[in-house]
Nanobody, 126 residues
Framework: QVQLVESGGTLVQAGGSLRLSCAASGVTISNYDMGWFRQPPGKERDVVTAIRWSGDSTYYADSVKGRFTISRDNAKNTMYLQMNSLTPDDTAVYYC???????????????????WGQGTQVTVSS
């Protein structure tokens, strides 16, 4: 059974940093394309960043470019999201997601992903 578990979300002041983790079980993430999505209150769940199974291709939403970094440690079967220079607009529930490699070309849409975590809340105070 595939399980993705996010952690690291908390309350942080504007300008601060956080690192989210997504620990996978039941899958070997080296075979999976993966992404981070976020859903602010009352809004849609949108992509934040994504990374190919090979690690050689990444995508970042314009709103987080230069501030957020996605990475993966295949040995630990874990994906990370380093978030710097946080603003209140980054407040959301953050989800990690995974899809078997080669299955979909567009990792920017949530409809491409097969597996999801339960989410972790990030709140940025002004």
């Amino acid at each position: 059974q595939v399980q993705l578990v996010e952690s690291g979300g908390t309350l942080v002041q504007a300008g601060g940093s956080l690192r989210l983790s997504c620990a996978a079980s039941g899958v070997t993430i080296s075979n999976y394309d993966m992404g981070w999505f976020r859903q602010p209150p009352g809004k849609e769940r949108d992509v934040v960043t994504a990374i190919r199974w090979s690690g050689d291709s990444t995508y970042y939403a314009d709103s987080v470019k230069g501030r957020f970094t996605i990475s993966r440690d295949n040995a630990k079967n874990t994906m990370y999201l380093q978030m710097n220079s946080l603003t209140p607009d980054d407040t959301a529930v953050y989800y990690c997601a995974a899809v078997l490699r080669y299955r979909y070309s567009d990792l920017r849409t949530r409809f491409s992903y097969e597996h999801w975590g339960q989410g972790t809340q990030v709140t940025v105070s002004s």
